[in-house]
């Protein structure tokens, strides 16, 4: 990990950052809250869910796009296609990527829930999903 000061060469700059970002899509934790705006550190399970699907990625997809990856896994968990991820539609996820060992149903659940701070019936809205998996870096 790079660390970046004030008053540096932008060019050095930009070429760290790059570098950083090839290096893992996803940071470690202490990273992740360096680079990415949030108020408050990703929960654990919420994490270790974004390393499953991202470990997924780099083992099955290594060429595809971080991005595109995860509209593909979105598309495909989605199987009613309503815009919200059940516990259900995620458990199927994990079992057809076979991941199911890693997570219990209880802790999926929690995970779910967690995320879903509106505590919608319908489930997880996929928005939701997506900045778990593509968290956004801030300027």
Known sequence: ?????????????????????RLSAFPSRSSRQVLFSSSSAVPDGQEKLARIIEDYRKKNFAQTMPSRFVKQVLDAVDEDKDGFVTVEEAQTLLKNIDKACELSEDELTTIMSDINCDDDERGVPLDKIRELLLPRKTT
Do not use: E, I, K, T
């Open 1 to 21: 990990m790079f660390v970046l000061r004030a008053g540096g060469n932008r060019a050095a700059m930009r070429a760290a950052a790059v570098y950083d970002l």
